[in-house]
């Protein structure tokens, strides 16, 4: 079993920056891939930004060039820098790991972000 808790959510006025963590622990499998997922009511869960263990990165196109993912390995955590906030940023963020190869996923409890004035 893998644990994901995600911290750092609250409450910023538009323009402003966030960093979200999601911190990992538990039976963390060797190859996963690690996402940043967000919600709101009413809307389907959508990606944010993926991050391989390889480092590959990917990010849908609303938060390209605003939101860096990165990962620390010594403490088994990932990170979302958002920047330049929205409003429309606004939502609960989940973390996800998902297992290689078979596709598993374990998720967070989610941690939520307003973006507003």
């Known amino acids: 079993q893998v644990q994901l808790v995600e911290s750092g959510g609250g409450l910023v006025q538009p323009g402003g920056s966030l960093r979200l963590s999601c911190a990992a622990s538990?039976?963390?499998?060797?190859?996963?891939?690690v996402g940043w997922y967000r919600q709101t009511l009413g809307k389907q869960r959508e990606l944010v930004a993926i991050?391989?263990?390889?480092?590959?990165?990917n990010y849908a196109d609303s938060v390209k060039g605003r939101f860096t993912i990165s990962r620390d390995n010594a403490k088994n955590t990932v990170y979302l820098q958002m920047n330049s906030l929205k409003p429309e940023d606004t939502a609960v963020y989940y973390c996800?790991?998902?297992?290689?190869?078979?596709?598993?996923?374990?998720w967070g409890q989610g941690t939520q972000v307003t973006v507003s004035s």
């Open positions: 996800n790991l998902k297992r290689i190869p078979d596709m598993y996923n374990y």
């Open positions: 538990g039976s963390i499998p060797s190859i996963h891939i």
């Open positions: 991050i391989t263990t390889s480092g590959t990165t």
